[in-house]
């Protein structure tokens, strides 16, 4: 008996000691690992069990997921605006009353060299007599110009002539005699322009036929100024026109933040991040924002999708000079969207495959840097994931029916 009890002390003893019964060292239970939420799958995780057969039959295939080499980026954000360069306003060329049996709505795609409108000159009797005295005006000043180029054009020839006959006079008087002939031409043809402009407005007013208002260029109607029917001043806005899908992107550099240098970028618009990002060159530097003094960038898209429009909202991932590391990166092809979330397939076992969280807001290359929920050689499903996840909630449904 007091052997038995002995027996029990030292058993008790190797215990306490980290040892056996056997005396040899014990080894350490595996520490329970639960993943949850966007840490990764927890018991019970959502997934599809297919054989191998089945496996076959649907093409799927795997990849192991491995860390990659990830350039160094600063994340800004901005929105996206309409490219001034591909955008313009028709004006009426002269007073009068715009006259239309059709009238451009706004979107609707207008082509060029389409008559758009006709427009009744229009000319009260003091916009004449004021019309007449500019006219009389300009050509003073034409005759006054060119009496002025004939003079500076005879005193540039006198004085390259004495700077021909051994530097008589100096270089620099022969370019300050031929900056006043360019001055003086300049003038010359300004008041030639403006009579020209005057007379052709004054011909058109004298004329009871309507001018027919065509446009140089086409493009997309982005704003209505004016309806048929009014009566429109010289100058005035009648519609503006523009290409949407030509866009810039302004983003702001936070105060403190390095701001990038000259090279492309990528822009993800915010509710297309399943999408592959947007490359965009850099334009120039925007207005300051007053509310947060940081520095504004502008960017263009290189090309723009047709559902994007000015005001959305965009990430811009810009490449910064240093090393970056090593991440791990989801394929963007092994991505499945399901309850407005994104998810990835992985093979846990030879006929498991458990449904995963995928975080979009970090886009790297061809797929999404994840830092939580998945390991260095997790079998991605990068074909077929789309055939597992109509299993999965077939099989759920039959599940729910029985």
Not at 7 to 19: H, Y
Not at 314 to 330: D, E
Request: net charge neutral; glycine share 10%; proline share 6%.
């Amino acid at each position: 008996m007091r052997r038995g009890w002995l027996a029990i002390a030292l058993a008790g003893l190797l215990v306490a000691c980290g040892k056996d019964k056997d005396g040899e060292p014990k080894k350490p239970e595996k520490a329970a690992t639960a993943k949850g939420d966007d840490d990764g799958p927890a018991a019970g995780a959502p997934g599809v069990t297919l054989k191998k057969a089945d496996q076959v039959r649907a093409g799927i295939k795997t990849d192991e997921l491995e860390l990659q080499a990830v350039a160094a980026e600063t994340v800004a954000y901005g929105r996206l605006e309409e490219d001034p360069a591909f955008g313009f306003v028709v004006r009426a060329p002269y007073s009068g009353t715009l006259r239309a049996a059709t009238w451009p709505a706004l979107g609707q795609q207008i082509v060029a060299g389409v008559a758009l409108a006709t427009l009744e000159p229009r000319l009260a009797l003091t916009e004449r007599i004021s019309m007449n005295t500019q006219l009389a005006s300009a050509r003073a000043e034409l005759n006054a110009a060119g009496e002025a180029v004939k003079a500076a054009q005879a005193a540039l020839n006198r004085a390259a002539a004495l700077n021909a006959d051994n530097k008589n006079v100096s270089d620099r008087v022969v370019e300050e005699a031929r900056a006043r002939v360019t001055a003086e031409q300049v003038r010359a043809n300004g008041a030639l322009a403006l009579i020209q402009a005057i007379e052709g407005a004054l011909a058109q007013s004298t004329t009871s036929d309507a001018q027919a208002i065509k446009l140089a260029r086409g493009g997309t109607v982005l704003e209505v100024l004016a309806q048929p029917g009014e009566s429109v001043e010289q100058g005035a806005p009648l519609l503006r026109l523009g290409q949407p899908e030509q866009l810039l992107a302004r983003i702001e550099i936070p105060v403190g933040e390095k701001v990038p240098g000259n090279g492309a970028i990528r822009i993800v618009p915010t509710g297309h991040e399943a999408q592959p990002a947007l490359v965009a060159e850099k334009v120039g530097m925007a207005a300051a924002n007053a509310a947060t003094q940081g520095v504004a960038l502008l960017y263009r898209l290189k090309q723009a999708g047709p559902d994007l429009r000015p005001g959305n909202a965009v990430t811009a991932y810009m490449p910064q000079s240093g090393p970056g590391g090593k991440q791990l990166v989801i394929p963007r092809v092994a991505v499945v969207q399901q309850e407005g979330r994104a998810w990835v397939y992985v093979q846990t076992s030879d006929e498991r495959f458990e449904r995963r969280p995928v975080p979009l807001d970090h886009p790297a290359g061809n797929g999404y840097i994840v830092s939580r929920g998945f390991e260095d050689g997790d079998k991605i499903v990068v074909t077929g994931a789309q055939t597992l996840l109509s299993e999965e909630f077939k099989s759920r449904n039959e599940a729910d029916t029985n």
